[in-house]
């Protein structure tokens, strides 16, 4: 089972920042959080990951908590191409498995 | 262009047919996976291969068969697959299958069995 919980779906006004949350209450010490996206029927795109400290790329930012038991992915001006479905992933160091959960549908909204 | 081509795109078969799907990645990587990713459903880990060597097996059933030549190609061969296998198959790869080496995806083939 996925051991991130994520809304299923969420809409956001193009130009705007798209916040998307993510709780991974069981997350341990060892465990980084990936998030990648995948537009309709096209492979998931890797977009960033972290293990406690923010972090920003050309991409997105992702906050992770103090606690690290949830994190929000923050993608400062939504376009229409950035409508998709985002994962958001928990994965140990040392291993390689992505347990995909089902994700949440960002829709941008003209 | 993430680096890993998947061919054919789209793939319509019979339940009677044999066919395969190909796989290569342009990044230097030495591991690769084979995922499955039903409608409405989680993709799903089918296969890993590090350094030519398959690694995991997440019981699949044997009509899907994997093969990598080197660490560049990955194949998965099918043959009298059942209509609930129609689905888009992934294939993904990175530098090494531990730490946090990324994993890098291509586009798909779409798979649909009458």
């Known amino acids: 089972d996925a051991k991130t919980t994520q809304p299923p779906s969420m809409d956001c006004a193009e130009g705007r920042a798209a916040n998307l949350p993510c709780n991974h209450s069981t997350i341990s010490g060892n465990e980084y959080v990936y998030w990648y996206r995948q537009i309709h029927s096209q492979g998931p795109q890797y977009i960033i990951h972290g293990l406690k400290n923010n972090e920003t790329n050309e991409m997105a930012s992702l906050i992770i908590t103090e606690d690290r038991k949830s994190s929000t992915l923050i993608l400062p001006h939504a376009t229409l191409r950035d409508t998709a479905v985002y994962y958001c992933i928990v994965r140990g160091s040392g291993t390689y498995k992505y347990i995909f959960g089902t994700g949440t549908r960002l829709k941008v909204l003209a | 262009e993430t680096g890993v081509t998947q061919t054919p795109r789209h793939l319509v078969m019979g339940m009677t047919n044999k066919k395969s799907l190909k796989c290569e990645q342009h990044?230097?990587?030495?591991?690769m996976y084979w995922y499955k990713q039903s409608a409405k459903k989680p993709l799903e880990l089918m296969f890993v291969?590090?350094?030519?060597?398959?690694?995991e097996n997440n019981s699949v059933p044997s009509r899907f068969s994997p093969e990598c030549p080197n660490s560049s190609h990955l194949f998965l061969h099918l043959h009298t697959l059942q209509p609930e296998d129609s689905a888009l198959y992934l294939c993904?790869?990175?530098?090494?299958?531990?730490?946090?080496?990324?994993?890098?995806f291509g586009p798909g083939t779409r798979l649909l069995v009458l």
């Open positions: 993904a790869s990175s530098q090494d299958p531990g730490s946090q080496e990324t994993q890098y």
């Open positions: 990044l230097g990587h030495n591991a």
């Open positions: 291969y590090n350094f030519k060597e398959q690694t």
